[in-house]
């Protein structure tokens, strides 16, 4: 049900189909009788019988290996299970393409070391783990920009509070300040951002189609807005400067009148530089009640965990560019895991409780797989909907502004870990390097549960109308690519040579930031990420898309592979909703509603968007730093007929 296909610890899922022409009878090579197929890793340790080819095509089922040999043997029978006959072919996966870089063969540079405080004000980012050299004449550069960093001023900023529940009814109104707190993090301090003064911001609860009166006030130290992330919401109150309504400058309030049409779990962030300002903590949920008692299954408690990270030098957090965006290429990876903005989640609950979990991604580019060893987990709805059925899962894959919820039911005592895992890929030596982070704990007392029926059924539901199916055969009416362009002389020769090698192969999702320096020192300036119109060719706002509410229009989007550093990409539409058709040309089989979906680098979606909301949208990538680099275009939904 998510936008990449892994396993718990991240390594990467094929559905593997052979296509095989001119093989001669196994007889004329020997004492044989049939072909056989296998898999292997490329250091020949792991050895996985396919089973039986033939010339023609054959689906040969799921490998899950980040690098893998395919082997075609001629053998005695079909029953062997070691392979001991003829190899006849041979073929790798696209991992394998990745060898390791000259770069490493060359002498130690006299360097400076990551972490280090420039003269400027610069921090140079901490290096990743294993992943240690640095590409020689990158020592002394720093990003084309000024670096910035909220100051506290003559005025006290007091420390952020947890965050709150405000219950609005119909027509309630809420104060929404944004300014300046205080946050202790790991046993450091820090001036960063807030919502009211607190970390992450309130948590609103409303019911379905209820309409609240949200007066938004900037107490910061440059403009802002407020965009109510997946809700559909009037096109005035989108949040978009520029488009729906102009930047609240500093001092200054805008009043939001919110209608929330769809019950499930939304967030709230700023769209004005928010690649700075939402990683400095302005995000909240937004929490919609169905009037349906039975919309989910009962649960003994609820929990909205919001989950970011944090970029922190030795000397405090990694400045922002003050004139444009730092880390234009991959995002701003964070070095410390946060829910709910705390390094460290506990909970405790008895044996055979049922836990909903709303998962919300708040990163700026960090996709995450969450899982829950030795729990029981099922995911029921997404981002506007349930699914079609529940289904059960031992991970969730959670890209930048997804949602997820989440039943899990804790059945005996214990220590539970929630946990991300994935494999980072460490670009100069083809390596992968497993990576896990213990982002919480959840102590479970008491004696083993009896077994719980409601919790064993997997539910459907209605929330997609079945004849939307019959859209999975209809042609694409629109069709747009994800791609770059890079002003290469102004960046480091070493850099772009190390990134043209990357090229070779690439990762379908970059989990983590193995790359830091080459990374940050990328901003906007020299990076544009672009989305395309194949039709007429015109890019980002230029991009003249009208189409007519009540329209159903299919829309393919296409992550182009062939360029510099290709990137996943998290493509969010405002105001409206869409279905995953197919990924790949690979039809979805539980259909759910969605407001944003991930694309992997080379990878396909097409979707079918329900135009039901008149205005003016903005499509983007939800990446923070790929919206700043222009990643962004917008459709005008009209009311003619």
Known sequence: PFGVAVTPAGVLRFDLSLTIKGLPRAEDLGPYHVF???????????LIKLGPVQSGTRRLGEVALNKFLVLVSAEVSDTVSERRGRLVLRGGSPGTIMLPHGVNMLPPQASLPHDHQLSDGWVMPPVYPGVSRMIPGLERMRPRAAPFLPRAGSSPVELARPREVVRLGNLDTL??????????????????????????????EVGRNATAVIRFHNHLDQPSSV??????????????????QAAVAPGQSFTYRIHFPDAGIYWY??????????????????????EEPDYYESAAREEMLMFDDLLIGQDGLVPYGTERATHAFMGRFGNLPLINGEPSYQQEVNAGDVVRYFFTNVANARTWNLSLPGARMKVVAGDVSRFER???VDHVVLAPAERYIVDVRFEHGGSFYLLNRVQALDHQTGVYLPEVDTLGTIIVGGAPAAPNAEFDRLRTTRDVPAGLRDSLRTTPAKTLLLTVRVNEPRLPFGLIQSMRLDTAYINPVEWTGTMPMM????TTGEVQWIIRDLATGKENMDIDWRVRRGSLVRVRL????????AMQHPIHLHGQRFLVLAQNDVPTSNLVWKDTALVPAGGTLDLLVDFANVGDWMIHCHIAEHLEAGMHAMVRVTSER
């Open 36 to 46: 056989i197929a296998w898999v292997t890793s490329p250091t020949f340790d792991t």
């Open 175 to 204: 104060d929404l300040t944004a300014g300046l707190v205080r946050r202790s993090i790991a046993g450091r301090s820090f001036v960063m951002y807030g919502f009211n003064g607190q970390y992450p911001g309130p948590l609103i």
């Open 227 to 244: 965009h109510w992330h997946g809700i559909r919401v009037l096109n005035r109150f989108d949040g978009v400067p520029g488009m729906t």
């Open 269 to 290: 962030h700023p769209h004005v530089r928010e690649e700075m300002q939402q990683d400095l903590g302005l995000y909240g949920n937004v929490l919609v009640r169905s």
């Open 390 to 392: 529940e289904e059960w």
């Open 519 to 522: 990374d940050w020192l990328t």
């Open 558 to 565: 296409v992550n182009d592979r062939h360029t510099l550093h």
